[in-house]
DNA sequence: CCTTACATACCGAACGCTTGTTACGTACCC
DNA sequence: GGGTACGTAACAAGCGTTCGGTATGTAAGG
């Protein structure tokens, strides 16, 4: 293999690859410089060589997920309104490996995030982005007649996130009671029951 | 200071709150027996005298966590239906110190449980208590004519659920955006909108 | 009542191990 | 030959845990 330069972002994205494998199955705790090495089948030299130190690495690779999340494919948005809110929810939900993954990774994050004020701050950031981007589609649903006049979009995209969100948990603590199917089914009713009227059976 | 044996285990308790005192500002990839040790000024061979392992000494806290949270007091349970729910879902929401340092503690502890099977059971297993906890609620609630006769108390529990942890990892990382007001004001309206008929405003 | 024996409660220092990080060496390509 | 891309080996620091020692109490014996 040469050494050429050229894809060194290439390599710093491979190394993040391994970091979010190690920590999707081990864990913030279990996340060490050696674990990341040995799970590429490198030395912790070349980590080194790529990043200036762990907690750099680190970052990295959680905003490279960050990014790689907010780029990933995800199923069409057909409409405005409700709809539009469903499809977002649901890209969200851990319905594949994928996204089971992502996951994983975000939950475990917290606790370094509740520990450093730096890292919370960011975290908090992102909540408030997710929450500004479904607002609008609240407020689209409103004005479409989805719901009611007294609906207060923004209060409402943060209920929509804490739903989701704690879902999230419960289903990765549990995938065995929380399939694709019963996600789904308390996503619909928990939209409906949100909306104007509701047929709230299903 | 004797050494009368008989106050052991209120020793124990002692090291357990020392350790929440550490893992609620440190969480747990801070939490190490030294400074457990220091925070409350004695060696960690004291510590050792008392739990075999660290292992033990987590799950100890843990564990007697859990039991201090059931037993801790809590607002009136005024009466059966949505309004017993409401008392219950305001008592896990973090809006005291006290509950927002035990909301951090559970978060955090959430690294390590998704990480280790063992822990990951058991806190599959709360969620699961929790859930049968509140399913009752909304079973006479339905029966009261508060829910529409299609409603699914099991999965309408795990709803409340999902709503309410989520809500707290948010106000969690925001504390300035989630106070109260704004809690209980989410929380009246998730349970207006789950109910039959809402004044969806408040 | 004093003494001896013994268990408990704890401290302080040390152990072995793992951690993040650094220094040095080597292979490779331009 | 010089810079890039590593591997290897070592480093100091910090970790959980162990060990020996020192009080302090209870219990037994004469």
Redesign the pocket.
């Known amino acids: ?5 050229g894809d ?1 972002e290439a ?1 710093r994205e491979d190394v993040s690859q391994a970091v979010w494998e190690v920590l999707a199955d081990r864990g913030f705790g279990g ?5 990341v090495a040995t799970s590429m089948g ?5 980590l ?2 790529y990043f ?4 750099a690495l680190v970052a990295h690779a959680l905003h490279l997920l960050e990014t790689r999340t907010a780029q990933r494919p995800r199923r069409e948005r057909p409409t405005e309104g409700i709809a539009a809110l469903r499809a977002m929810l649901l890209d969200i939900l851990p319905l594949t490996p994928g996204d089971t993954a992502r996951n994983r990774i975000w939950v475990s994050s917290w606790d370094l995030a509740l520990a450093d004020d730096g890292l919370g701050a960011e975290q908090a950031d992102r909540y408030t982005r997710l929450r500004a981007s479904i607002s609008p589609h609240l407020e689209a649903a409103r004005a479409a007649g989805e719901l009611p006049e007294s609906a207060d979009p923004e209060q409402l995209a943060a209920t929509a996130v804490a739903f989701t969100h704690g879902l999230v948990v419960q289903a990765l603590f549990d995938p065995a009671r929380f399939t694709e199917a019963v996600q789904i089914a308390m996503l619909d009713d928990f939209l409906a029951s949100i909306s104007d009227r509701s047929g709230q059976g299903r």
Chains 1, 2 share one sequence.
């Not at 490198?42 to 070349?46: I, P």
């Not at 200036?52 to 907690?55: I, L, V």
């Open positions: 293999m040469p050494p050429a330069p060194r390599r996340l060490t410089l050696r674990a490198v030395s912790t030299g070349m080194m060589h200036p130190t762990k907690r």
